[in-house]
């Protein structure tokens, strides 16, 4: 409805109230309001229909240096009808919001999932590592900074293994080496051993011999006499 200064009706969908009612006359607080150049709403009674109403008002102000004729604007609707309008919004709005309340938090897990998930196999490799297993891999299918980095830390596990299967064969190495040089030293003290023993018994021969020639060559001095 568009009202004049003074209230009067100068359009409504009921064409007969055109400049015949005067809506501040009849009591309608917020026709009052809007010729007093406010802006708000109001619940009233409808005098006619005896329904409660939602009267929603405002006060053309014009433009520039245009003033305006200073009409008032006014719109309607059962209060009844309105609030459904107002619940079934609410409810749609709640509904919506649920909604958007559960992709966030799928879309939340799916993005703690998707960066927790490499650092988690990050630790176990390294928990594998403490442990002296340099068998286990990481291995990132994410074309991005985890997967260099995964990339990263297997080439330095390869690398960590590889010193490490190098000292042990080193160590294996000269672990044998010395078992042989061990084997040999005993080889050769037995071998002195034995020379030693032989040297005794040639030496117990020669002395037995030099004996035997002694007592030999006595006898042939006796006998000469």
């Known amino acids: 409805q568009i009202l004049k200064r003074d209230g009067t009706i100068l359009d409504a969908p009921e064409e ?8 501040v006359n009849l ?42 004729f200073g009409w008032a604007y006014l ?46 196999k990050t630790a176990q490799v390294l928990e594998a590592v403490r442990s002296g297993d340099y068998s286990q891999r990481v ?25 490490i299967r190098q000292v042990k064969e080193a160590a294996d190495r000269e672990k044998r080496e010395a078992a042989d040089a061990k084997v040999r030293v005993e ?10 023993a032989s040297s005794e018994e040639l030496r117990t021969i020669s002395q037995q011999l030099a004996a035997n020639a002694e007592e030999t060559t006595a006898q042939i001095q006796v006998a000469s006499e």
């Open 27 to 68: 009591g309608l607080n917020a026709a009052k309001l809007a010729v007093e150049g406010r802006e708000g709403h109001t619940r009233e009674l409808h005098r006619l229909k005896q329904m409660e109403m939602l009267n929603g008002y405002a006060y053309s102000r014009g433009s520039g240096n245009f003033k305006g």
């Open 139 to 163: 291995s990132f299918d994410t074309n991005d900074e985890y997967e260099r980095m995964g990339v990263a830390l297997n080439e330095t596990v390869e690398t960590v293994d590889h010193a």
């Open 187 to 196: 080889n050769m003290a037995q071998q002195i051993r034995a020379l030693a």
């Open 75 to 120: 719109v309607r609707q059962e209060a009844a009808e309105a609030e459904a309008k107002a619940t079934d919004l609410r409810g749609f709005t709640l509904l919506l919001i649920g909604a958007t309340v559960v992709l966030l938090i799928a879309a939340a897990s799916w993005i703690a999932r998707k960066f927790s998930l490499p650092v988690e």
């Open 16 to 23: 007969e109230r055109i400049l015949n009612d005067n809506l």
